[in-house]
């Protein structure tokens, strides 16, 4: 069974601060998503990263894969509240059936003004 | 497109009662999920369709729950009895397939009293 280990669980910081989450698995997956859900809604889709050692920015969040493809990283610059939510990664096996994301539990990000 | 749509957005009902969660996908993604999330057990896939077919109903977790997807339109999601400990939050998402990202619907909050 493929796990997903996200970290911290919960992350509490003031409005300005860096902070990164981690996203950890001792299986390969073929590609890794980020979501990020607010209360009350569903995740919604942040970026796919699909080759290992592969960076992508979005704006003051960056999303790294690591080389192995076995873990990811988030990290955000200069925080603001509209960033709390909840951030969930979820791994992909195109070689198993067809589309089926493994979710971690997420962490739970809180940005305080 | 006006994303996926579920209905009802919150339901209470009784133990033992009959309870029907409703979902529209999007126009043209042919993977359709279902998933239930908990704070103590993340998001869970309970099953998904493939082009209207069920693909893997393994997270399915007994018998009083089933699924059907009678179109590429709308898919049902039943629990019938329920209990007290099916309360949580059920999501539907669609899907292109092949690991693309999921679009996920508001969710519906149930409440089994």
């Known amino acids: ?113 | 497109d006006a994303g996926v749509i579920q209905s009802p957005r919150h339901e209470v009902t009784e133990m033992g009662q009959e309870v029907t969660l409703r979902c529209k996908p999007i126009s043209g993604h042919n993977s359709l999920f279902w998933y239930r999330q908990t704070m103590m057990r993340g998001l869970e896939l309970l099953i998904y369709f493939n082009n209207n077919v069920p693909i893997d109903d393994s997270g399915m977790p007994e018998d009083r729950f089933s699924a059907k997807m009678p179109n590429a339109s709308f898919s049902t999601l039943k629990i019938q009895p329920s209990e007290p400990r099916d309360s949580a939050v059920y999501f539907c998402a669609s899907s292109s397939g092949g690991g693309y990202g999921y679009t996920f619907g508001s969710g519906t909050r149930l409440t089994v009293v």
Request: with cysteine; glycine share 12%.
């Open chain 1, 1 to 113: 069974t493929q796990l997903l280990e996200q970290s911290p669980q919960f992350l509490s910081i003031q409005e300005g601060e860096n902070l990164t989450v981690y996203c950890n698995s001792s299986s390969v997956f073929s590609s890794l998503q980020w979501y990020r859900q607010e209360p009350g809604e569903g995740p919604v889709l942040l970026v796919t990263v699909v080759t290992g050692g592969e960076v992508k920015k979005l704006k003051r969040l960056t999303f790294q894969f690591g080389d192995a493809r076995k873990d990811s990283s988030l990290h955000i610059t200069a925080a603001q509240p509209g960033d709390t939510g909840l951030y969930l990664c979820a791994g992909s096996n195109y070689g198993g059936s067809q589309g089926n994301l493994i979710f971690g539990k997420g962490t739970k990000l809180s940005v305080k003004p």
